[in-house]
């Protein structure tokens, strides 16, 4: 695993890998999180899951424990769910090093793994499964678009009533999914990053419509983001869904719309060329 210039958080894999191997119950590990991916840096975390032995949870949250140890001196030590033990600590330097221990019973979907060690071949069957199965399908472009607009249609009610957190977190919701719709159009063979170095994919464009949402804390303010929000979504959404046959849901954002429009555009106006 040795490479010139290593960066330090490979150092400290190096030390957990080492310390698990020698552990009889554990069975397999895998790398999560940038360092698996070719172009890892200095500001990326270890994110490790650990396959070991059935046991019960609390020897499984040991196992985690003192695995991290090895690390080095660790400065703080989250419990972020004790079932599966999941551990997030902060060592030296300083670095960030989540942890997740299950069963071969709980092993969870591949998610771009990179596997460090697997006595029992645990991992090599699932790992190919997910390679196959991690293409964009019609079902997912679909679900995206119905969330979007029904998130915008759900923020009406609340600015409407003065709810100003609950419609900014709508919008955030919001600028979330049309980043996610962004990187399908840009990028569709590595669909499941999410926001892996979105920037490298989207174009000046696409950023600055995202910058537009990026809004103040008033009514006025959410309301343009998000109008701002449905104009970029909309032809970026539809031509994703035209390129994999997916049922676009052209009602529902059109109704959508139609009703943000009657309810805010006197407050925002002149403001986002929104077509209804």
Excluded at 23 to 52: H, I
Excluded at 188 to 201: A, D, G, K, T, V
Excluded at 256 to 271: D, Q
Aim: aromatic share 8%; proline share 8%.
């Amino acid at each position: 695993m040795s490479q010139p210039s290593q960066l330090p958080q490979l150092v400290l894999l190096e030390r957990i890998a080492d310390a698990l191997r020698a552990l009889p119950q554990v069975r397999a590990a895998a790398l999560r999180s940038l360092l698996s991916s070719s172009q890892p840096d200095a500001y990326a975390f270890v994110d490790l899951f650990v396959v070991a032995a059935e046991a019960e949870p609390e020897a499984l949250l040991a196992l985690g424990r003192k695995t991290v140890q090895a690390a080095g001196p660790v400065q703080w030590l989250s419990l972020l769910s004790p079932q599966p033990p999941r551990l997030r600590a902060l060592v030296e330097g300083p670095f960030r090093i989540d942890m997740t221990v299950v069963t071969p019973a709980t092993v969870p979907a591949y998610t771009g793994w990179r596997v460090l060690f697997d006595h029992d071949n645990l991992l090599r069957d699932r790992t190919r499964q997910g390679v196959q199965a991690d293409t964009l399908r019609p079902e997912h472009v679909a679900e995206l678009c119905d969330a979007f607009w029904w998130q915008l249609f759900s923020s009406v009610g609340q600015l409407k009533h003065g709810q100003l957190w609950q419609a900014q977190h709508q919008l955030n919701s919001c600028r979330d999914t049309l980043a996610q719709i962004m990187r399908w159009r840009r990028d569709p063979e590595r669909p499941f990053e999410q926001y892996m170095n979105l920037e490298r994919y989207l174009t000046p464009e696409d950023q600055q419509a995202l910058v537009q949402t990026l809004v103040g804390y008033d009514v006025r303010s959410i309301a343009a983001g998000l109008l701002h929000a449905a104009d970029a979504f909309e032809p970026a959404a539809r031509e994703v869904a035209a390129r994999l046959g997916a049922t676009y849901p052209a009602p529902l954002a059109h109704a959508t719309k139609e009703f943000f429009i009657r309810e805010f555009w006197a407050l925002i106006a002149p403001g986002p060329t929104i077509s209804a």
